[in-house]
């Protein structure tokens, strides 16, 4: 059985294999940025796990505009109580456990804090191959971002 639940300092090691199985190297969060992120946005950093192995995770701060930028991939602050757009600065699923629905439980997951904490909706930056995936789960195509993140063309999506 999956279970979700917040992020553990613990869970550093196992979340960066995780990420680098997700994202090129240019792309992926290192471990002290991951470390960064544990340490300072909690609340919204959700794992997905069964049996004390973490097969997933999903991150990012609150932000004040509807659109990531690349600053925010260098410096995280605290995520205020209520407002703000929830951004998802990282999404992975291990290898072994993709195409079960996790990245899915995920997202609802992160909606449900989402509307909890009164926030305007949830961006996030993601590939072409990726954009038609977040679009079935209800995320609408804002076109290119500006974002220049590990050398790669993202899409803006929004719910």
Known sequence: ???????????????????????????????????????RIADTFIVAETDGKILGFINGPVINQPYITDGLFKEIIENPKRGGYQSVLGLAVSKQARNQGIAKLLIEKMEEHMNENEREGITLTCKQELVSFYEK??????????????????????K
Do not use: C
């Open 1 to 39: 059985m999956i279970s979700l639940r917040k992020v553990h300092p613990a869970d550093l090691e196992q979340l960066l294999v995780i990420e680098n199985e997700g994202f090129s190297r240019e792309e992926a969060a290192t471990k002290e940025a991951l470390a960064e992120r544990i340490q």
């Open 137 to 158: 789960l209800g995320f609408v195509n804002h076109g290119i971002s500006e974002s220049k993140h590990g050398g790669v063309r993202w899409y803006n999506l929004i």
